[in-house]
């Protein structure tokens, strides 16, 4: 039975689960090369409209399986490192949004996995922590996350301390979108949450992500630039004046 599993929904919304209860869904090397695989083609599925991430049995993710890690020769430990940053690798590179769907603990690398989607909605009674350091070792990929997401000293005390933290913080934060109540709570929330995705443009979502993408490593005036030439090209496909005619036709209708 694969530990990932893909479901895609009547509006092109695929939902991947992470299937490891057993083990609270920690990643072992074949889930983790898995998820990279799914993200993967999920990517190439021309119409999907967003991706959500979840884990089974009513929890996220414990992060890495330290019970393989254990045992796991060097090379495989390197494949095994290779694969968990391609996952953040594609998630950044999706063309459409992606959701961390958080019940439970999401903790070491499942801390990271929702803190790499582009949003987080989450169960009230949720607990974060990059509990790495509780292990005498630092959260590597989770740390350039939160240095590029988090206030500076939020972030860094997230990465040094790795405490457990309730998901009403983080909210407070800006690192979680939405709080709900319950696993019915979440699962509205998260339709809510993708539905409102699912009725924008896909081509205009599409340019929005590319574009915060890059203006997050760029001066303020190079991203400028790069919004004028944005305008510039939509103003040459058509796209202003095609909604400056549907907005006269609204007015007219309305008046």
């Known amino acids: 039975m694969p530990d990932i599993h893909a479901d895609t929904d009547a509006r092109n919304v695929v939902t991947l689960t992470i299937d490891r209860r057993e083990r609270r869904n920690a990643l072992d090397s074949a889930a983790m090369s898995a998820l990279a695989e799914a993200i993967g083609r999920v990517e190439e599925a021309r119409a999907v409209r967003a991706l959500i991430i979840r884990g089974a049995g009513g929890s ?49 690398g499942g801390f990271t996995l929702a803190m790499g989607c582009d949003f987080v909605i989450a169960e009230r009674g949720v607990r974060f922590g990059a509990l790495e350091m509780k292990n005498g070792f630092p959260a590597a990929v989770c740390t350039p996350i939160l ?61 929005t992500l590319e574009t915060y993408r890059a203006a997050e490593t760029m001066p303020l005036d190079q991203s400028l630039t790069l919004g004028l030439h944005l305008n510039q090209l939509l103003d040459a496909a058509g796209s202003f004046r095609d909604a400056g005619q549907a907005f006269a036709g609204r007015e007219g209708r309305d008046s």
Request: a neutral charge; charged letters at 25%; glycine letters at 6%.
């Open 60 to 108: 996220f993710s414990a992060g890495r399986d330290l019970k393989e890690a254990a045992h796991l020769p060097a090379k495989r430990a390197l494949d095994q490192h290779s694969a968990w940053t391609d996952v953040f690798r594609r998630l950044r590179r999706l063309p459409f949004p992606s959701v961390a769907a958080v019940e439970g603990y999401a903790v070491a």
């Open 147 to 207: 240095a590029r997401l988090a206030p500076p000293r939020i972030g860094l005390e997230l990465a040094l301390f790795g405490d457990l933290v309730p998901a009403q913080r983080l909210y407070e934060a800006g690192l979680v979108n939405r709080l709900a109540d319950g696993s019915d709570g979440l699962a509205e929330a998260v339709a809510d949450f993708t539905d409102r995705i699912v009725a924008l443009s896909p081509t205009a979502v599409r340019q």
